[in-house]
């Protein structure tokens, strides 16, 4: 079983960046895969990017602007979003998986002017 709080979200200007974190209550390295996902309303949840030992894998609108990457040491995955776009507004879930996927309760990112 694992934990997860998502932190960094808030309201941020079209071209601008934010940095999520997730930390985890366990070793991230005993974590089979992690990955941040998106819900924007009225649409369904959708993955943005996910990481795999050092394999990572992005959603096509995002590549290029969003990398997730992880620090084992402090137990934490990050997501540096990069040329925000109002189109990405939506709250994003920090994901892990062991035997069954683990979820936590999200952080909002506004992209507006």
């Known amino acids: 079983q694992v934990q997860l709080v998502e932190s960094g979200g808030g309201l941020v200007q079209p071209g601008g960046s934010l940095r999520l974190s997730c930390v985890a209550s366990?070793?991230?390295?005993?974590?089979?895969?992690m990955g941040w996902y998106r819900q924007a309303p009225g649409k369904q949840r959708e993955l943005v990017a996910a990481i795999t030992g050092s394999n990572t894998n992005y959603q096509d609108s995002v590549k290029g602007r969003f990398t997730i990457s992880t620090d084992n040491a402090k137990n934490t995955m990050y997501l540096q979003m990069n040329s925000l776009k109002p189109e990405d507004t939506a709250v994003y879930y920090c994901?892990?998986?062991?035997?069954?996927?683990?979820w936590g309760r999200g952080t909002q990112v506004t992209v507006s002017s």
């Open positions: 994901n892990a998986q062991i035997f069954l996927d683990y």
């Open positions: 366990r070793s991230i390295s005993s974590l089979r895969s």
